[in-house]
């Protein structure tokens, strides 16, 4: 194939260097090579910057000219020449504004043909990696070195630039993802906390925002999912009892709660149905109990912790109490 190129160039510029690009993604796949080394080929071939983006997999991949990879956070210019699939959804552009020739269109096409054999060679190995959790931990993680966190980062498919946010789960490993796609939350019955959108190196404010957020879940359907967004202030208040945590756990409307919730095993979701709820009928629909049932309970509240929870300053007090409970306790 390199000789028939080679004798075609004098002749045909266009098809000598056609048939190199077919050469070289023919090699390639006989050697097993990647996604990077794919979008490297269109690059070096093309002499422009080429990217491929695989959303699904959370893949984003842009090379130079020289080979060197450089993920670019800025988003793909109408006039590129490009080429793409739906299933699964995979687009590769050459960075360039001018008209495609005939070799970028054999670079595009021969590109593309060649990802699509590398992705099922390796159906799962990129879905595996993406949701890593000791990858997203490294990401995630405040104390862990800036070049780290960016390696854990792009192992999961994220570029640079890219906004970002965090799920916290309760009991299970935290997720990071890209801050366009969609959170699938509707089918947990755990509660969970979302964190912020941020740049890809801010991935651990985002962290410690959603965790803050999950202190603030419920059992209640409408509050098993917190957005740290929706949270305002009370984010900021979250950060100050997380830094003087002793102090906040010895208060005694903390302590009257968790003394509370020890009499008996209904105290304590009957406090979160209460705190979230504008009346007792809904505390009581949330609770699947009678009115009256709940009334009974509700009555022995001020005994238990020493103030009306059925009052707005009342049932607010509550609400911070349970609040601190939770953010000076592991989850």
């Known amino acids: 194939m390199e000789e028939l190129a080679g004798r075609l160039a004098p002749l045909d510029p266009d098809a000598g260097s056609a048939l190199r690009v077919v050469s070289y993604y023919d090699e390639l796949l006989a050697h097993r090579g990647g996604l990077e080394s794919v979008v490297r080929g269109a690059a070096v071939l093309s002499g422009a910057p080429a990217r491929m983006m695989i959303p699904g997999w959370r893949c984003a991949i842009r090379i130079l000219p020289d080979g060197r990879r450089d993920d670019e956070p800025s988003p793909a210019e109408a006039g590129w020449a490009s080429v793409s699939q739906p299933d699964p959804s995979v687009t590769l552009w050459i960075e360039r504004l001018a008209p495609p020739g005939p070799v970028d269109a054999v670079i595009l096409e021969r590109a593309l043909l060649a990802a699509r054999t590398v992705l099922e060679r390796t159906p799962g190995r990129l879905a595996i990696s993406r949701n890593d959790p000791a990858t997203v931990e490294v990401a995630i993680d405040a104390d862990a070195p800036p070049e780290a966190r960016a390696r854990a980062a792009r192992q999961l498919g994220l570029t640079a630039g890219q906004l970002v946010r965090v799920v916290a789960w309760e009991g299970r490993p935290a997720q990071l993802q890209a801050a366009a796609q969609p959170i699938s939350v509707a089918d947990s019955r755990q509660r969970v906390g979302i964190g912020p959108a941020v740049p890809v190196k801010n991935a651990p404010d985002s962290a410690q925002a959603a965790r803050l957020a999950l202190r603030f879940a419920s059992d209640a359907d409408d509050h098993r999912v917190v957005h740290a967004d929706d949270l305002g202030v009370l984010l900021l208040l979250g950060e100050t009892i997380s830094e003087a945590h002793q102090r906040w756990r010895s208060h005694p409307?903390?302590?009257?709660?968790?003394?509370?919730?020890?009499?008996?095993?209904?105290?304590?979701?009957?406090?979160?149905?209460?705190?979230?709820?504008?009346?007792?009928?809904?505390?009581?629909?949330?609770?699947?109990?009678?009115?009256?049932?709940?009334?009974?309970?509700?009555?022995?509240?001020?005994?238990?912790?020493?103030?009306?929870?059925?009052?707005?300053?009342?049932?607010?007090?509550?609400?911070?109490?349970?609040?601190?409970?939770r953010l000076t306790q592991q989850t």
Not at 276 to 288: E, F
């Open 253 to 325: 409307d903390v302590l009257a709660v968790q003394r509370a919730a020890g009499h008996a095993a209904w105290v304590l979701p009957t406090f979160d149905a209460v705190a979230v709820s504008d009346s007792l009928r809904t505390a009581a629909a949330i609770l699947v109990v009678h009115h009256s049932t709940l009334q009974k309970r509700v009555s022995q509240f001020p005994r238990l912790l020493g103030w009306d929870v059925t009052t707005p300053s009342g049932r607010l007090r509550l609400q911070l109490a349970l609040f601190v409970v």
